[in-house]
């Protein structure tokens, strides 16, 4: 049986776990709206679609970076 975890009321997220959390649902939609463009059939389609594609591309380069971040932060946590 654990100690850990026993109070009803989570911890509050760290400067970090909040940024991951707010990256990976800013990547969550942005996967939603290139599914939605797929769909979408237009005249300026390839120029869309490359702009959702930029768009994803960043979200996900965010949420790496804000992963990075907490590991560390994590890591300085074990060393103390």
Do not use: H
């Not at 790496?64 to 946590?77: H, I, M, P, Y």
Request: glycine content about 4%; overall charge negative.
């Amino acid at each position: 049986m654990s100690s850990k975890g026993t109070s009803s009321s989570p911890r509050p997220l760290t400067r970090a776990e909040q940024e991951v959390q707010s990256a990976a649902e800013r990547l969550t939609a942005q996967i939603d709206d290139a599914l939605a463009a797929v769909g979408v059939k237009s005249p300026d389609g390839s120029d869309d679609l490359d702009a959702v594609a930029d768009r994803l591309e960043r979200a996900a380069r965010d949420l790496s970076v804000a992963l990075r971040e907490l590991a560390e932060e994590r890591k300085n946590k074990e060393r103390v």
